[in-house]
């Protein structure tokens, strides 16, 4: 298991959510730029112990499927995209990073 808050993870894409129903997992594909020339290199997260896993897509900053910051708060991620939707996921605070 990692923990997600040294990862720079502004401006990554969010390319797919994969919910595991029966092991309470969200598995969450992203893409993350490195370096120059900013070749974007495929990674995963999972968030596990997962009760409770809110997806709002309204775009109210505009369309966008990269992300503007995660944080953890009251036992669950907070990841803020840069459409102005944020993804809420109620888990433990331990991820694993792939």
Same mark, same amino acid.
């Given at each position: 298991?990692?923990? #997600? @808050? +040294?990862?720079?993870?502004?401006?990554?894409?969010?390319?797919? #959510?994969? %919910?595991?129903?029966? =092991?309470k997992s969200a598995i969450f594909t992203i893409n993350?730029?490195?370096?120059?020339? $900013?070749?974007?290199?495929?990674?995963? #997260?999972?968030?596990?112990? %997962?009760? *409770?896993?809110?997806?709002?897509?309204?775009? &109210?900053? +505009?369309? &966008? +499927? !990269?992300?503007? =910051?995660? @944080?953890? *708060?009251?036992?669950?991620?907070?990841? *803020?995209? $840069? !459409? +102005?939707? %944020?993804?809420?996921? !109620?888990?433990? =605070?331990? %991820?694993?990073?792939?």
């Open positions: 298991m990692n923990n #997600i @808050k +040294g990862m720079a993870l502004h401006d990554c894409t969010l390319k797919d #959510i994969k %919910v595991n129903w029966k =092991e993350m730029l490195y370096k120059k020339p $900013q070749l974007p290199i495929k990674k995963t #997260i999972e968030f596990i112990e %997962v009760t *409770q896993i809110l997806i709002p897509r309204k775009d &109210s900053w +505009g369309s &966008s +499927g !990269s992300i503007y =910051e995660i @944080k953890y *708060q009251n036992n669950g991620y907070l990841i *803020q995209m $840069q !459409s +102005g939707d %944020v993804i809420e996921i !109620s888990c433990n =605070e331990n %991820v694993s990073i792939k």
